[in-house]
Each structure stands twice: as structure tokens, then as C-alpha cells.
């Protein structure tokens, strides 16, 4: 089965970075582009960032231009995010997801469990 486990997530200050971790099994994990997705309380769900699946490509809403960085490991099945700079509307559940192929055009196929980010002082 395709798993997906967000982890990295937590109570930072205003102006404070983290780094988000997405470990993926089941799968060729180098073979799928990735995806960031948070979703903060009362709202919907908002897309962050991509990558493809060698990593050559990454892309950015902007909301999070400028302060964010999208990254993969493929040896060790791991996407990550960081995010410096922090404001509270970075506040919610950051969760990572796969794409049906390498590219960023397919669609997501399989979702995995968040973890909680919440930016306050």
C-alpha cells in the first residue's frame, strides 16, 4: 500500500523557520512528483508547493514565494519543506501527497496523514 507520513510540525514563533519531512513507501518514490498542501482551521484546502520528480523543477504559491523551499532525497523516499519567516497565517495542517506521474500535470492519487504547524508567540 502507498503510504505518505508528514512529520517536522509544531508550535514556532513568529519570524521562526522549520523543516517538514515526507516519508513515502509502497511506491517508486523517485519515479512520482510530489506536492505540499496545508489546510489552516475554518478554511479549505490550499496548495504550497511541487516538485518533480527528479527534483529539476519546483514550484511555489505565493503565499509561500520567497520563504519556502521544496526539496526531495529520492535515495531516502523523503520530500521536504522549508519555511522561513513564519507568520501565523502559516498556522494548519501540512500534509504531502503524490502525483499520478513524474510531472506536475497529473493528477494526486494518494494523500498521507498531516502534521500540525501553528505560528504563534
Do not use: H
Amino acid at each position: 500500500d502507498v503510504q505518505l507520513q508528514a512529520s517536522g510540525g509544531g508550535l514556532v514563533q513568529p519570524g521562526g523557520s522549520l523543516r517538514l519531512s515526507c516519508v513515502g513507501s509502497g511506491f517508486t518514490f523517485g519515479d512520482y512528483a510530489m506536492i505540499w498542501i496545508r489546510q489552516a482551521p475554518g478554511k479549505e484546502l490550499e496548495w504550497v508547493s511541487s516538485i518533480t520528480w527528479r527534483g529539476s523543477n519546483a514550484f511555489y504559491a505565493e503565499s509561500i514565494k520567497g520563504r519556502g523551499t521544496i526539496s526531495r532525497d529520492n535515495a531516502k523516499n523523503t520530500l521536504y519543506l522549508e519555511v522561513n519567516s513564519l507568520k501565523s497565517e502559516d498556522t494548519g495542517v501540512y500534509s504531502c501527497a503524490k502525483y499520478k506521474g513524474g510531472a506536475v500535470a497529473y493528477s494526486l492519487d494518494a494523500w498521507g496523514r498531516g502534521t500540525q504547524v501553528t505560528v504563534s508567540s
